[in-house]
């Protein structure tokens, strides 16, 4: 047990949460779809976390470790991805790739939670050992599904984020939006870049990324929905 | 005839007027590299343990 692997994912994991509740307070202000869905993201992200410290305090648990890579691995970004989704698009074909990523969850959820585990297979050569990693499913068609979900949620979460801001800043308009998107953004690439760093083997990678990426986005929501003073010419 | 003006007259506060344009082009520039090298891993051009 180190600080690294317990204390960095513990705290991106109550973080997330705190953010959670935030982002549902909005919800049953609004009632907007997209603000029910990056909620459920951020409880997805917030397990994720929270199973990562268990795995650094406790050690070894397959039911959650199954929890982590279904939650922290496969599913967090597509969800918080179709949240900006329903925020953009509000098309009936946004409904279709709901169901279709509600019909993936629940196939994912199936997949995880029948899959061979073998922990001794946790840590490979490139892996640094501080941090989870998918290797321990030895299950053909379970870990093929992350890369699938992951580049789902990172293109609509970070894509949109980039296009709102964009958009609010061509009209040079709501400027705590356009500044609260590019933290999003920056948030929201922090674990991708994390995870790249941990698999090339940086130790503590993967969880300062996720650490961050909370931080970040939570500051991105905050400040995208507190507006600021803007000196207009 | 009217001319078009891609800047509109309103102006954001100097420093965001000239870090925003640069942090969304790297923001860009990092995503299509991602694709890109999703795309690569994809077809097998990369091997990627």
Redesign the interface.
């Known amino acids: 047990m180190t600080i690294v692997n317990t204390l960095l994912p513990f705290t991106a994991s109550a973080i997330s949460f705190i953010f959670a509740y935030f982002v549902f307070v909005r919800y049953f202000e609004k009632k907007r779809p997209h603000l029910l869905l990056w909620g459920v993201g951020m409880i997805f992200y917030g397990v994720g976390g929270f199973c990562e410290g268990y795995y650094g305090a406790f050690g070894w648990n397959p039911f959650v470790y199954r929890l982590w890579y279904l939650f922290g691995a496969i599913l967090v970004a597509a969800w918080l991805g179709q949240g900006t989704v329903y925020l953009l698009a509000r098309r009936n074909w946004v409904h279709g790739l709901m169901i279709l990523l509600a019909l993936g969850s629940l196939w994912g959820l199936f997949k995880v939670f029948t899959a061979e585990l073998d922990p001794s297979l946790l840590t490979t050569s490139l892996h640094t050992g501080s941090e989870l990693s998918g290797h321990a499913i030895v299950t053909p068609g379970v870990r093929s599904l992350t890369p699938i979900f992951n580049l789902y949620g990172t293109v609509t979460l970070v894509g949109g984020a980039i296009y709102s801001s964009w958009i609010f800043f061509r009209k040079r308009f709501l400027l705590h939006r356009t500044v609260g998107n590019i933290f999003i953004a920056v948030g929201a690439l922090a674990p991708a870049f994390g995870g790249a760093f941990s698999r090339a083997g940086v130790p503590a990678a993967l969880y300062i990324g996720e650490l961050l990426g909370a931080i970040l986005m939570f500051i991105g929501f905050r400040r995208a929905t507190s507006p600021m003073e803007e000196n207009q010419q | 005839m009217s001319e078009k003006n891609?800047s509109?007259?309103?102006?954001?506060?100097t420093f965001?007027e000239k870090f925003?344009?640069i942090?969304?082009f790297i923001?860009?520039v990092?995503?299509v590299g991602?694709?890109i090298f999703?795309l690569a891993?994809g077809v097998g051009a990369i091997q990627?343990?």
Request: proline fraction near 14%.
């Open positions: 891609s509109p007259d309103r102006k954001y506060p965001y925003i344009p942090a969304i923001l860009a990092i995503v991602m694709l999703t891993i990627f343990s």
